[in-house]
T-cell receptor, first 115, second 115 residues
Framework: NAGVTQTPKFRILKIGQSMTLQCTQD?????MYWYRQDPGMGLKLIYY???????DKGEVPNGYNVSRSTTEDFPLRLELAAPSQTSVYFC??????????????FGPGTRLTVL | AQKITQTQPGMFVQEKEAVTLDCTYD???????LFWYKQPSSGEMIFLIY??????QNATEGRYSLNFQKARKSANLVISASQLGDSAMYFC????????????FGAGTTVTVRA
């Protein structure tokens, strides 16, 4: 199993450009997540999905969009990139289900710089 | 409101000694889970240990143990016999019912192990 894969690993955008961060998992997990991590900070949830066709906002959704057409893929779309979106983006997945145990498996991250 | 608090931004520890990383949390739910993740300089997020709110015993995983004090709402991570490879950022996270079982992360603690 490859686990959670993300592409690209690095990207530099100009202000106002758009891009899509790709995330794929091969563990048949129901739940998928997008986080951003600013320098020296913890992770903040952008969007999450509990299954194909179902997405919901996290703590910091403004400036982003997501879709979940398949169990495996959960792309994150940045529209009109701004310098405030300079961050490291992590995709994660988990089996989900009931109960508080829900180990999340993380991708390697995408380092995005907006200039 | 801040759900996870890590008050130690950085710590130094001598190789082979133990180190305790503090984590306090805030929830009114009786059912919740606490997680610790390690983030080395390479950037990936590595799951270390889990403690459920109903678990009677403190969790242990190799050199990692969790000092769970439910009444104080604290879940401190203890790393025994520190190794140079333990130098990393460590994040405490919580999943509770009121947050739709999403993970909330603390700001992290940087650990530097000295030879």
């Amino acid at each position: 199993n490859a686990g959670v894969t993300q592409t690209p690993k690095f990207r530099i955008l100009k202000i106002g450009q758009s891009m899509t961060l790709q995330c794929t998992q091969d563990m048949n997990h129901n739940y998928m997540y997008w986080y951003r991590q600013d320098p020296g900070m913890g992770l903040k949830l952008i969007y999450y999905s509990v299954g194909a066709g179902i997405t919901d906002k996290g703590e910091v959704p403004n400036g982003y969009n997501v879709s979940r057409s398949t169990t495996e893929d959960f792309p994150l779309r940045l529209e009109l990139a701004a310098p405030s979106q300079t961050s490291v983006y992590f995709c994660a997945s988990s089996y989900g289900g009931g109960g508080p145990y829900n180990e999340q498996f993380f991708g390697p991250g995408t380092r995005l710089t907006v200039l | 409101a801040q759900k996870i608090t890590q008050t130690q931004p950085g710590m130094f520890v001598q190789e082979k000694e133990a180190v305790t990383l503090d984590c306090t949390y805030d929830t009114s739910d009786p059912s919740y889970g606490l997680f610790w993740y390690k983030q080395p300089s390479s950037g990936e997020m590595i799951f270390l240990i889990y403690q459920g709110s109903y678990d009677q015993q403190n969790a242990t995983e190799g050199r990692y143990s969790l000092n769970f004090q439910k009444a104080r709402k604290s879940a401190n991570l203890v790393i025994s016999a520190s190794q140079l490879g333990d130098s990393a950022m460590y994040f405490c996270a919580m999943r509770d019912v009121s947050n739709d079982y999403k993970l909330s992360f603390g700001a992290g603690t940087t650990v530097t192990v000295r030879a």
